[in-house]
């Protein structure tokens, strides 16, 4: 399977280019703080998604799936960690897009389960 035709994957990249733009933004005392923790977990989840592509089969691709959903979840609470302490203002697109890659690594999850069966 070619990691990069998952629209998944596709969606998480989108992600990572948003998630660096809005970083840059961050006091520079954060940057072995918030920021560098946001960019690894945002990373990570493209990142899983392709080497759990690149697995032999779908069950270790599902637990690659679970970590990337890990690191979504680790960002999300960055994300609004960032919001709480003034880093950032709530913004649409970021929320939108952290659902979208969240609905879609659920339900890619969801498919290779039950093909798993």
């Known amino acids: 399977m070619n990691h990069k ?3 998944v994957w596709k969606k998480s990249m989108d992600l990572v280019e ?5 970083t840059k933004s961050f006091p520079d005392d954060e ?3 918030l920021i560098s923790q946001m960019r690894r977990c945002v990373v990570s989840i493209p ?5 759990g ?3 032999k089969g779908n069950k270790e691709f599902i ?3 679970h970590i990337a959903l890990g690191s979504l979840a680790e ?5 609004l960690i960032a919001d709480r302490l003034k ?3 709530m913004n649409e697109e970021v929320i939108t897009k952290l659902n979208d890659v969240k609905r879609l690594l659920l339900g890619f999850r969801n498919y290779l389960m039950k093909s798993e069966k």
């Open 75 to 79: 960002l999300e609470t960055q994300y």
């Open 5 to 7: 035709e998952l629209d």
């Open 31 to 33: 940057k072995f703080g």
């Open 63 to 65: 637990q690659f799936l």
């Open 53 to 55: 592509a690149g697995r």
């Open 47 to 51: 990142s899983n998604i392709a080497e």
């Open 87 to 89: 880093y950032i203002k």
């Open 18 to 22: 948003i998630i660096y733009v809005l």
